[in-house]
Nanobody, 126 residues
């Protein structure tokens, strides 16, 4: 059974940086296309960034391209999302997701992912 678990500091101040973790169990993380989404109150879940099986990363052009950095540690079977210079508008629940069929060129669509973490709340105070 594949399980994804997000973690990271939940409450930060504007201007801070934060690194979220997504630990994968039941499957080797490099066998999966892995992505991060976020969902702010009242909004739909939106794509942030993805990493393919080969380690190629992509960040959504509309989501503060220079603010998000995605990385992976194969030894820890974990994917990370670094967020710099946080602002209150970044307050949201952050989700990681993965799918074997997305490992070559991960999709930005939520419906293409089989495995999801429960999400982790990030709140940015001004």
């Amino acid at each position: 059974q594949v399980q994804l678990t997000e973690s990271g500091v939940g409450l930060v101040q504007a201007g801070d940086s934060l690194r979220l973790s997504c630990a994968v169990s039941g499957r080797t993380v490099s066998d999966l296309g892995m992505v991060w989404f976020r969902q702010a109150p009242g909004n739909e879940r939106e794509f942030i960034a993805a990493i393919s099986w080969s380690g190629v990363t992509a960040v959504d052009a509309d989501s503060d391209k220079g603010r998000f950095t995605l990385s992976r540690d194969n030894a820890k079977n974990t994917v990370y999302l670094q967020i710099d210079d946080l602002k209150p508008v970044h307050t949201a629940i952050y989700y990681c997701a993965g799918d074997v069929d997305q490992k070559v060129e991960p999709s930005y669509l939520t419906e293409n992912y089989e495995y999801w973490g429960p999400g982790t709340q990030v709140t940015v105070s001004s």
